[in-house]
């Protein structure tokens, strides 16, 4: 009798039990069957979001006239935004189910370009800017809902011990759409202008939507759910090793090409295309490896590549050497992401995994909005080198955390 409550109690929790009645298995499909169109989802979501990188920039500085800082205010709204929305992301996916949350965060990308294209139509330089930030931020509030969404989908369909795998898949569809959204727009913005291709970004989330119809639904998991402040308790380490990791990234997105410019270096741009490569090729290699051998040993062995890249932009003497450090630092990052990540979502129960998922992905946020800033003042002091300086020791903080992690027994 006590066998078959524990067998009862072990379907229950199962990623299975999950599902709406009338679907059959997850394991009765081929993964990438199951996971093919959420990667699709989130290639045009964030497509959408790739298109404007380019063009930003030269529209708020070169058309309204704006400085630096501005540039940055705008380039940055939609991070913002993201941060300070992941937990109502995350609580909508555990209450409405993944697929509630993507459909309207698809829906507010939408709109997102549509308000974008628009700000043209304003004549005021100011009000034109204030038009475009609200753009932004709906455009983060978008891909809050919809990362959020997809990864909680992802796990739900492959079960908890393939989190690493479905991570490693959605972080390629998320590079590879930004990747190829940026020359992209700029080529829209100087064969259509600013507002075709603020229209094209708008279009982009509709054929996602879609994709989500397409997707196995799976229905929100009830029981207890916890409150938000004990899901930060339970997965503050491993966001906190994530939060160091990505310092290495962000250094090399902002300082990379400047460092090549202050040292008179030839192919600046190739740091950041090796950056890129290393790293979808990492995914697409090793993908597999944070679920086989664990999120935290992987995530150590990952830190300790990035220690290594970080070190040598650090202490490049050439063009070639910062290329090769570069291509480092992205062969290492690439698996913190679903390492450190697999550690968090092994850390929490099923119906929590929503907000445990927006609550870890915010510690990436808060890299980018704080870190790489706070790098910025320490490059102010310190020249261009002191960025990757910083970086090396934080990926060292982060694999002494993955390897504490690796240590200890992991909560359920």
Known sequence: MVRRKRLVMSALASPVAAAP???????????????????????????????????????????????????GLAIGAQSWVTLVTRHRAGTRTDQHGPRSAALRGLAVSVL???????????????????????GRGLLGFGE???????LAWGVALAGRERTGVVMAWVGIAMYGAMAAGAPLGAALDARVGFAGMSIAAALAPLPAIGAALMARAVAPVGGARLPFHRVVSLIWLPGAGLALA?????????????????????????????FGAAYVLARLLFGRLPDRFGGARVAAASAAVTVAGQAGMWLATSSAMAV?????????????FPSFGVEAIRRVPPQNRGVALGAYAACFDLTMGFGVPTLGMIVGAFG???AFAVGSFAALAAMLIALGLARATPRA
């Not at 997102?112 to 930030?133: N, W, Y």
């Not at 809050?144 to 997809?150: F, M």
């Not at 902002?254 to 202050?262: E, I, V």
Request: proline content about 6%; overall charge neutral; hydrophobic content about 65%.
């Open 21 to 71: 009645v009338g679907h059959t298995s997850a394991a009765a499909a081929p993964l990438w069957r199951l996971l093919a169109p959420i990667w699709a989802m989130v290639f045009l979501e964030f497509l959408a979001m790739g298109l404007p990188l380019a063009v930003l920039p030269v529209r708020v500085h070169g058309a309204l006239g704006f400085g630096s800082f501005v540039v």
């Open 112 to 134: 997102a370009g549509a308000v974008s294209a628009l700000s043209l139509a304003v004549p005021d330089p100011t009000a034109s800017l204030a038009v475009l930030l609200v």
């Open 144 to 150: 809050s809902l919809v990362i959020t969404g997809a």
């Open 246 to 274: 990505a310092l290495g990234f962000g250094a090399i997105a902002a300082f990379s090409t400047l460092l090549f410019s202050d040292h008179g270096w030839p192919h600046a741009a190739l740091a950041m295309t090796a």
């Open 324 to 336: 090769g450090a570069a291509a480092l630092t992205g062969l290492g990052f690439s698996l913190a």
């Open 384 to 386: 261009y080198r002191a």
